[in-house]
């Protein structure tokens, strides 16, 4: 297993059914400590399904996961969580009327005198730390979330999966629907975060987004990984190409 123990994910051989629907078939997904693998694939080219998986709230029906060469099984997100995975949704699962640093905590907040009161001064603190180590612009941790732009819904989002030391980050479409001058801010995020070590896997349609931050593309189509490509030698056609199904596996 010596080749499994330099990454920190492989997923091998993965599949998964949902009646007579085969949503995945015979998947393998490798990611390095500290690498941005791209996602990508058309609707229902499996996606969601595969990290679904990783994260714990699918089961496969067949095939093998590996964290930092450790054979694992999943029975649910909190196991994934475990185990250092974190995965940030599209709708971001932010609560509007918590400030910042209630939901940067939110789910795990610190609490004092036996678990009676929320820590608020710790969480006040560390958000501020953690968002300042992440060069993420926010002059106050005490306003509440639905005050804040897209963007930085965005990072008090994946700062909160950044707070409890992930192996796994996972990012499903982190830059859609924002402004041109917001995506880059999350961008750098993301580069920060791997910068930490972090393993990174970035779900998107924005094409363009997997070329400013990825190491390697992974393309899937039809329940199949199609392609796996360096992200410095891969054109936009050719993951295009890779995404509709022509040229073959890769």
Request: aromatic residues 4%.
């Amino acid at each position: 297993m010596s080749a499994q123990v330099a990454d920190r994910v492989v997923m091998r051989g993965i599949c998964k059914r949902f009646g007579m629907v085969e949503a995945l078939r015979g998947v393998t997904l490798r990611v390095a400590p500290g690498e941005v693998v791209g996602l990508v694939g058309d609707n229902a080219a499996g996606k969601s399904t595969l990290m679904k998986i990783l994260s714990g709230a699918y089961i496969p029906d067949e095939g093998d996961i590996w964290i930092d060469g450790e054979h694992t099984v999943f029975g649910s997100p909190r196991d994934a969580q475990r185990m250092g995975i974190e995965m940030v949704y599209q709708d971001l699962a932010l609560c509007d009327d918590i400030d910042v640093a209630g939901n940067v905590f939110l789910g795990r907040e610190p609490t004092r005198f036996g678990r009676i009161l929320l820590d608020n001064k710790k969480m006040h603190a560390e958000s501020r730390e953690l968002l300042d180590s992440l060069h993420v612009r926010l002059p106050f941790t005490d306003l509440p979330v639905r005050n804040l732009s897209g963007g930085q819904r965005q990072a008090v989002a994946i700062a909160r999966a950044v707070n409890f030391q992930p192996r796994l980050l996972i990012l499903d479409e982190p830059t859609a629907a924002l402004a041109v001058s917001e995506v880059e801010t999350v961008l750098d995020l993301i580069r920060r975060v791997a910068s930490r070590g972090v393993s990174v896997i970035l779900i998107t349609h924005r094409l363009q987004d997997l070329f400013a931050v990825c190491d390697r593309l992974c393309v899937m189509y039809e329940g199949t990984m199609s392609a796996d490509l360096d992200a410095k030698e891969a054109t936009l056609d050719m993951v295009v190409a890779k995404i509709v199904g022509q040229g073959g596996p890769q």
